[in-house]
């Protein structure tokens, strides 16, 4: 089955630099997805990843290694909106559906 | 433009009741998804439909079943709600599944579910 890890809660200060670490472990592996979730909202994607290497997006870059089971989110430049849970997911073995890590909420101080 | 949205946003009710929530996409997407996310944040796949199959998580109990009257919408009912349920249920929906990735799913904004 799947299975996903992550830090549940981190800290950080405008401007700085933070990184969210997931490792996952699957039953096949069809690439790995972010998304952002603020406090009584909906996720929104982020980011997809399926093959290594590190991807960028403005301020937001996503790393995946297959060969460990790990990925990263990188949050550059970091402002007080950027405060929020970041959700790490596989799809399921069928691809029928996504498996959520328990996400990591960030909390960004000024 | 809102690409998936749900009524209602909060459903306060009593247990025992049945209540329904609904889903509609205009992404011209195959397939919906509804996921429920409980007090501690954790977002758990409860089904995946599309137009061919639905696809039932085995943890979910019977009192739960989705109801598709078109390929745009995926509606939610619950019969015979328990005080258990009560969470933030979101619809999602995405794109036929292709070959070797992932398909993106888009949610909706959520429904706030409480039973007094």
């Known amino acids: 089955g799947q299975n996903i890890d992550q830090p549940t809660e981190m800290t950080a200060t405008e401007g700085a630099i933070v990184q969210i670490n997931c490792t996952y472990q699957t039953s096949g592996f069809n690439g790995l997805f972010w998304y952002q979730q603020h406090a009584g909202e909906a996720p929104t994607f982020l980011s997809y990843?399926?093959?290594?290497g590190l991807e960028e997006k403005g301020r937001f870059s996503s790393f995946l290694s297959r060969s460990k089971g790990y990925s990263y989110l990188l949050l550059k430049e970091l402002q007080m909106k950027d405060s929020a849970s970041y959700l790490c997911a596989v799809p399921n073995q069928a691809g029928t559906a996504l498996i959520f890590g328990k996400g990591t909420t960030l909390s960004v101080s000024s | 433009d809102t690409a998936v949205s749900q009524t209602p946003k909060y459903l306060v009710t009593q247990m025992g009741n049945d209540k329904s929530i609904k889903c509609e996409q205009n992404l011209g997407h195959d397939t919906m998804y509804w996921y429920k996310q409980d007090s501690k944040k954790f977002l758990k796949i409860m089904f995946s439909y599309n137009n061919k199959e639905l696809i039932i998580n085995e943890t979910v109990p019977n009192r739960f079943s989705p109801k598709s009257p078109d390929k745009a919408h995926l509606n939610l009912h619950i019969n015979s709600l328990e005080l258990g349920d009560s969470a933030v249920y979101f619809c999602?929906?995405?794109?036929?599944?292709?070959?070797?990735?992932?398909?993106?799913?888009?949610f909706g904004p959520g429904t706030r579910l409480t039973v007094l």
């Open positions: 999602a929906s995405s794109q036929v599944r292709t070959s070797g990735k992932a398909d993106t799913q888009y």
């Open positions: 990843n399926v093959l290594d």
